[in-house]
């Protein structure tokens, strides 16, 4: 196992978390918490399928909605927010 | 502006990665697509934590190596014209113009609906796989594996590399169909081996035959599950469920192009002939998306696929014989891992069928007609398009999928906009 | 039994507000419905309850029916939200025609006010800058149309009403229609088989106009009304062979609703062509919605009569047949007066607003 792997420093709802290279967004997420964000009924949900067929484990990425953290690569300095609040009241 | 290519594939796993490779080494301009940021589908996704198996290796060598391949990754096949693709890679447009299309888009897991399914901590099992490859912290977590099929072997493996604490393995075929199982394997000796490799690495796991998960228990998220073993009801505590019941072909692209699909399971596949080409005369199709058959004959269909494609119809000749025998595994799969009906009834009134639009089995009861259920109850509208609900939804026999219109993913609104596509008549 | 005082062929949101008016007033009724139930032009519709003024005709009809809509505010199938329609003026010239607009709306009873380009963004912040204002009709709602007429089905079941679904009516008879599996059925007959219609009534003159809809992943208070360009009236009423306009909703789930588009054509294909033109116009007055995640595209077919207006009443030259289609892009709004006008015919009775511009005998003139 490679332990000497570079890590990438990014934030999941305000908190600093730190991921190897080439990790997804949702590896990092789960540093933080298991929910990705709620349906209809209330529910919460957290990545399901681990492939992007599922769409369970969309998220804001630096400020663009509904991205699926399971197929989105973590990046130096990326904000996300497991919670997609609107941006107008 | 439209780039062109003489071939374009679809999907970089072991059957788009031969194609590529295959049709490159006559010289065509070849492009080669695929939604993951690296190459290697499913089963050669890259592990950030630990080096690709080398057969992997050499197959990205291989395409890497190829000027004229042009890798696409990123990038999410949106629509697609019988000479056109418009795809999506990191939020900006693409129309990529082909004279012959490989469809190497391989499966994806199926997901049945059971009480708690939804809990957050509850994976597919080859999503739990898929996950842990890229980087999520499952060290000293106890995880239960189960479902169907020699991939739950190969994950938990995987889990317990990267530090998980496997509770169980729970799988559904009964130690009869398992016995019958092994007892083929001899045909295929490296696969064989692979199995007793597996069975070696997870030395005092518990393995369970004839077991199925009932439920998922938990309040925000998994603490544990019910399974039933055999005659008995057992309750194991777990921070993760990774479950799946084997595998479903990515039909949308073939079947929005037009091609001609098998439907004599319950899941169709794409139909094709021995060169890999489906009905529609400039289109290839090898692999999963063929009919669930395992990494072996993805590979050498994903080459005939790819040899055909340039008319290079000898070198795709010489693969046949080696095609079929990899193909008679997949026979093997489907009889040996067939469900236990009762792996069909678990969801009871409340347990939520769509879980983009939370409609529950009950919601579903009034309807017997398919866009009736999807009208009144919006089952099947959300973002997964029904790949997750409309599939259960058919493996339970309970509604047929429907046929895809564009975009056979979501697609960011300006992509759907791209100036190039289907701009010129046909 | 098979004989019934009315028997409404087709099952969309208009043919099911027939048979829901029928029974409500006492008729033995008959449904027959190839099924899904509201599965046509009703599935495919944006929902919007609106008031479209530019026509006398259309006025009065659009808002009659209106009116009766209210009565289905609480209901829980019909999804009915009011979020308002706000109706954006691109230039001063078109920001001056909102007076006459105002004026004839506050004649039928509808209230709207001239919102300046200030309290423009107020309201939808979201909206390109440089626009000159708009009118807003705050009391204008949207609906879930299919779930609508599935109630009002289920609602005329109740009292006499027999449903043949997944049958069709291969053809009118002496004495009412045959059905696909040889069933006879004899009665009045009401035809409200949307764009199918010159199947039954080929007297009619009836065509198919596609447009094209795209629904967006959840974005709540994206936009907060239903917004129109004020142009998209000229798209409606024109005849060029294609044409898009500025239409968008937000639906109550949070879904961004992204119209509108209209061509002569009888396929449901995408035409991404069209979606392309159609986005393009949308992104001009909300830029951002480029960002957005787009989950489907669908198309529905509107059935067009020439003059715009539908056949309400008794098809000339036949004894005891009536109709109900047309409606174009007003088929919800229009589908409860729609079905006043024609059972009021049928039993004789005045309607509340004249029904003479919506006459199948004008067809002969």
Known sequence: MNTTAKLVRLHVDGVAVEAPVGASVAAAIAQVTLRCGRRPGGGARAPLCGMGVCFECRVRIDGIDHQRACMTIVREGMRVETAMEPAHG | MAEHYDVLVVGAGPAGLAAADAAAGHCARVGLLDAQATLGGQVWRRDVRAEAPRMARHAFHAVESRTNIARFTQTQIVAATDNELLVEQAAQAHTLRYDKLVLACGARELLLPFPGWTLPGVFGAGGAQALVKQGWPIAGKRVVVAGSGPLLLAVAATLRKHGASVAAICEQASAKQLAAFAGALWRWPQKAAQAIALRSALAGVPYHAGAFVRAAHGDTQLRAVEVQIGKNRRRIDCDHLAVGYGLVPNVELAQLLGCALDHDGRHPCVEVDEDQRTSLANVYAAGEVCGIGGRDSARIEGAIAGHAAVGATQAAQALRSAQRHARRFSALLETRFALDARIRELATDDTIICRCEDVTWSALNDFSDARAAKLQTRCGMGACQGRICGTALAELGRFPRGGPRPPIFPAWLATLAEADFASTPN | ?365
Not at chain 3, 105 to 133: R, T
Not at chain 3, 243 to 257: E, H, I, K
Request: hydrophobic share 45%; charged share 20%; aromatic share 6%.
């Open chain 3, 1 to 365: 039994m098979n004989t019934f005082d009315l028997i409404v062929v087709g099952a969309g949101i208009v043919g099911a507000a027939c048979a829901d008016l029928a029974a409500a007033e006492g008729l033995r009724v008959a449904i027959v419905e190839p099924g899904p139930v509201g599965g046509g032009a009703t599935a495919a519709s944006m929902g919007h309850l609106v008031v479209m003024d530019d026509d006398p005709a259309e006025l009065a009809l659009s808002r009659h029916s209106q009116q009766m809509w209210e009565a289905y505010a609480q209901l829980p199938e019909a999804e009915f939200s009011r979020c308002g329609t706000l109706w954006v003026a691109r230039d001063e010239r078109e920001y001056a025609g909102i007076t006459a607009k105002i004026a004839r709306l506050a004649q039928a009873g509808v209230v709207a006010e001239a919102v300046d380009a200030n309290a423009l963004y107020e309201l939808e912040p979201e909206l390109v800058p440089g626009l000159a204002g708009g009118m807003l009709v705050a009391a204008e709602a949207v609906v879930y149309p299919p779930r609508v007429a599935e109630f009002l089905v289920k609602r005329a079941t109740t009292r006499n009403t027999q449903l043949h679904l997944g049958r069709r009516v291969h053809t009118l008879s002496d004495d009412g229609v045959v059905l696909d599996d040889g069933t006879r059925l004899s009665g009045p007959v009401l035809v409200a088989t949307g764009c199918a219609l010159p199947e039954l009534l080929p007297m009619l003159p009836l065509r198919a106009r596609k447009g094209h809809l795209v629904i967006t992943d959840r974005y709540p208070a994206f936009v907060r009304h239903q917004l129109l360009e004020l142009g998209y009236a000229d798209s409606a009423h024109g005849s060029a062979p294609t044409s898009v306009a500025f239409n968008v909703q937000p639906r109550p789930t949070g879904q961004v609703l992204i119209g509108s588009s209209r061509e002569f054509d009888s396929s449901r294909d995408v035409s991404m062509t069209t979606v392309r033109r159609m986005l393009e116009r949308a992104f001009a007055f909300l830029p951002r919605l480029r960002d957005l995640q787009a989950l489907r595209i669908w198309t529905g077919l509107r059935p067009t009569t020439p003059d715009g207006h539908p056949y309400l009443g008794a098809v000339p030259g036949l004894r005891d047949v009536w109709v109900a289609a047309g409606h174009e892009g007003l088929g919800i709004t229009t589908a409860l007066a729609s079905a006043h006008l024609v059972i009021d015919q049928l039993l004789g009775r005045r309607s509340a607003i004249d029904p003479a511009p919506y006459l199948p005998s004008r067809v002969r003139a």
